[in-house]
């Protein structure tokens, strides 16, 4: 059976569908090699003997809890002409938001 796709120096193409995943993949393998297997062992670094390292908290950005959105309108924003205005001037609130167990090595 032929391949979907091939790899051929700097060009690389494929028939379509699905077949875009699979080179993907092999993209990815020839390039980072192949995916963990059970027994496998990583190296690693000595480190400096301190567990959690965090980021300083002068490099941590601090964001507003009001997000603006851009409203690109789409071809066939007329049919919602008597709508539109309402929802773009609208505030919103997103609820169920996730939050950070206190425990957790990235809570405050």
């Known amino acids: 059976m032929p391949s979907l796709f091939e790899i051929d120096g700097n060009r690389i193409t494929c028939s379509g569908g699905i077949s875009a995943l ?11 090699g192949r995916p963990l297997a059970a027994g496998d062992h990583l190296e690693r670094g000595k480190g400096n003997g301190k567990a959690g390292n965090r980021v300083p908290k002068d490099l941590i950005p601090t964001y507003s809890s009001d ?6 309108l789409g071809p066939q924003h007329d049919y919602f002409a008597d709508d539109i ?4 001037s609208s505030t919103f609130k997103v609820s169920g ?11 405050g």
């Open 22 to 32: 699979d080179m993907m993949v092999a993209l990815i393998e020839r390039d980072h």
């Open 67 to 72: 997000i603006e959105l851009r409203v690109i």
């Open 85 to 88: 205005e309402k929802f773009i």
């Open 97 to 107: 938001a996730p939050t950070v167990p206190a425990s957790s090595p990235w809570s």
